[in-house]
């Protein structure tokens, strides 16, 4: 048995020693440690630089956006303090709730106390929290009597447009209004 264990080793010390087949030993080695680390280091660990690349890139497009919405947020809480004390004046002023025909009522009937008949109403478009309206009325009265009645209704409202033509019995009024779409909360 020692023989067997001695030729054995006696052979690999021969192997060991023959510089062609160590080349092509390490040869092989060299190459198999290369395609292990490519394989399981270099790609996976720049698949994953790329992807830590993109994440970083959107998180700092998010904190711009962050960082811009807070500036809006200052911008916005010193307009709220500029005009928290007249919030109590605007809750007493506004509509419990915003329903255009009410509000056409209204305007129809506060145009009648100042001597005015409304010939045509009609909504003319919608838009970020508003609604365009155009009036047509004949009167006889004073415009200045219609326009504080029409500024003493419990809406808030923005006159854009005023056309008045003078006719013989009466005037004629055309008017484009915005009216604001408000509620108390």
Do not use: W
């Amino acid at each position: 048995m020692k023989e067997r264990i001695n030729l054995l080793l006696s052979n690999i010390k021969r192997l060991i020693s023959n510089e062609e087949i160590l080349y092509r030993a390490y040869l092989v080695l060299t190459v198999a440690a290369v395609v292990f680390v490519g394989l399981f280091g270099i790609i996976p660990a720049s698949k994953n630089t790329v992807s830590n690349l993109k994440l970083v890139m959107e998180m700092n497009k998010t904190n711009k956006i962050l960082s811009n919405k807070v500036i809006e947020l200052k911008k916005a809480e010193e307009s709220l303090n500029n005009v928290g004390n007249n919030v109590f004046f605007l809750e007493n002023y506004l509509p419990e709730n915003f329903n255009i025909q009410n509000y056409m009522v209204d305007f129809v009937f506060a145009a009648g106390d100042a001597d005015f008949v409304v010939s045509r109403i009609t909504p003319i478009k919608e838009k970020n929290g508003s609604v365009d309206i155009y009036v047509s009325m004949l009167g006889t009265r004073d415009l200045v009597k219609l326009i504080n009645i029409l500024e003493s209704l419990n809406r808030v409202s923005e006159i854009q447009e005023i056309r008045v033509t003078k006719g013989l019995e009466y005037n004629t009024l055309s008017m484009t209004l915005r009216t604001f779409i408000m509620e108390k909360q």
